[in-house]
């Protein structure tokens, strides 16, 4: 870890705040286009992605501040983001297909998170629910016909995408280590530019559906 520094580690809390201005923006929205489990997953799904990314952020930071190298919060990342974007998915495949997800889901997930030490399951469902995500907003932005939120949202995968490829790739220099933050900004980024568009042309009012109201339960 000699590639981090006090000000890359402080860097690493953008994409965090990022992430979570869209996922706040997202709740807010899609509040009353869900029955109660489908948001129940959102909203576990997405707290559970934030928390992975502030615990990667506090590491890096402590080992840079030279207080200590808690590797347990590293360790943590890929066990809660992988089921976390997975999560996050469900709700989206919910909202959609109108069937109520119970919390059952949720809590086997962040029970999951201690049982494996390979981080290789939560990489693959990182993909599958970052894949799954990002082609259910895609889908609601060619529904309200916001091409620019659409195309960000593919932006923001392919960026994702290059983040897993640096993973695989990284070599612990202090170069490597920008990169990969410029990367994750740029995803988040566009993330968040998306949501905003979609918030700001009206998705809390938006129908998507002709029969969503019937279905929430809220």
């Given at each position: ?6 000000t ?7 994409p965090?705040?990022?992430?979570f ?5 997202l ?9 109660k489990?489908?948001?129940a ?13 502030i615990?990667?952020?506090l ?8 207080i ?6 590293d360790?943590?990342?890929?066990p ?6 997975l999560?996050?998915?469900l709700s989206?495949v ?15 997930s962040v029970?999951a ?6 981080t290789m399951?939560?990489?693959i469902l990182?993909?599958?629910g970052c894949?799954?995500s990002?082609?259910m907003?895609?889908?609601v932005?060619?529904?309200m016909?916001k091409?620019?939120?659409?195309v960000l949202y ?6 994702m995408?290059g ?12 170069s490597m280590h920008?990169m ?7 995803s988040q980024g566009?993330?968040l530019?998306?949501?905003?568009i ?9 129908h ?11």
């Open positions: 870890m000699n590639g981090i520094t006090v890359m580690a402080l860097v690493d809390f953008i965090v705040l990022l992430f201005a869209a996922a706040v923006l709740q807010r929205d899609l509040y009353d286009k869900m029955v489990g489908a948001y997953l959102l909203a576990t799904g997405s707290t559970m992605v934030l928390i992975s990314g615990f990667k952020a590491w890096k930071i402590l080992y840079a501040l030279g200590c190298d808690y590797q347990a919060l360790a943590a990342f890929f809660m983001q992988g089921p976390g974007f999560l996050v998915f989206l919910g909202m959609f297909s109108k069937y109520n997800r119970n919390k059952k889901a949720a809590m086997l029970a998170v201690p049982v494996y030490t390979s399951p939560f990489v990182q993909i599958i894949a799954g990002q082609w907003l895609f889908a932005s060619l529904k016909k091409k620019l939120a659409a593919v932006v923001s995968f392919v960026f995408l983040m897993g490829y640096l993973s695989a790739t990284f070599d612990d220099t202090s920008w990969a933050q410029c990367v994750n900004i740029v566009a993330l530019w998306g949501t905003v979609l918030h700001r042309a009206g998705l809390a009012q938006a998507l559906f002709s029969d969503v109201k019937n279905q929430t339960v809220h």
